[in-house]
């Protein structure tokens, strides 16, 4: 019989990389963001706040910043899953109801950001 | 022949070295992060509705309640943050030695805590 290696299938490095260079996403644009809202005015009113998420700039900014978070999440929170959940039942409920979620979240932020 | 070995696995008694205590918490921020995220997609919606809604994330965001929460929330995001910087180091192989991984884990752990502390006082 051919031994053949129990590897999965085929997505650990492609997700150990993505879970990098999402976080490097992340990070640059939480630096961004950061000050970005320091410039803002003490006593901001509501029309200044929406300006600042119109500008083309932190709008699509957030929009790539939010995709890489959700696809950051759904790595990690798989990783979790498959660490302590024995049971595959459970598991593959976890993660259906996971996926769902993010998908959720998904629409949402873009119907957040792009209805300003 | 392999012997069998003891298990001691009574989480109370388990003494976890630095980095160990780093990287179970940068699993668990991680994971009450994303729990987080509907709250704060709510009051990203809220903030940014009309003006009306406006003043009402105004009244929640200036709650004391609220700001308890968000705290927590910022000292996950950072203790993520620093964790996963220190991550990737440790992937080109900077610092994977263990007096600097040890060094490097008490930076995550304390830099998290005291910039959160700078924040507090700001916000409150």
């Known amino acids: 019989m051919v031994g053949r290696e129990v590897s999965g299938a085929h997505y650990g490095l492609r997700d150990w990389l993505a879970q990098r260079v999402t976080a490097v996403i992340m990070a ?3 630096l961004i963001i950061l000050v970005a809202i320091a410039g803002l005015p003490r006593t901001m009113d509501y029309w200044q ?9 932190i709008n699509y900014a957030t929009v790539l910043f939010i995709a890489s978070l959700l696809f950051h999440a759904w790595i990690g929170m798989r990783n979790i899953f498959m660490d302590y ?10 993660y259906v109801l996971t996926i769902g979620a993010l998908l959720l979240y998904a629409f949402w932020s873009i119907q957040i950001l792009w209805s300003l | 022949m392999a012997r ?12 976890l070295p630095v980095p160990g205590l780093i990287s179970i918490m940068h ?3 991680g994971a009450a992060l994303f729990l987080f995220i509907p709250v704060l997609l709510t009051l990203f919606e809220l903030s940014l509705e009309s003006s009306q809604t406006f003043l009402r994330f105004k009244a929640v965001f200036s709650h004391w309640a609220f700001k308890l929460v968000l705290i927590g929330l910022v ?5 993520h943050l620093f ?10 192989h900077y610092g994977s030695e263990l007096p600097a991984a040890r060094a490097t884990s008490w930076i ?7 910039l959160t502390a700078i924040i507090t006082v700001k916000i409150w």
């Open chain 2, 27 to 29: 699993r668990a921020s």
């Open chain 2, 108 to 114: 995550v752990l304390v830099g998290a805590i005291v």
């Open chain 2, 83 to 92: 964790a996963g910087i220190r991550h990737l180091a440790l992937d080109l």
């Open chain 2, 4 to 15: 069998p070995r003891p298990k001691y696995l009574n989480l109370l008694q388990i003494r």
């Open chain 1, 85 to 94: 959940i024995k049971s595959p039942g459970l598991r593959l409920m976890l």
């Open chain 1, 49 to 57: 706040w929406k300006l600042l998420w119109q500008a083309p700039v």
């Open chain 2, 75 to 79: 000292w996950a995001y950072l203790h």
């Open chain 1, 28 to 30: 640059a644009y939480t």
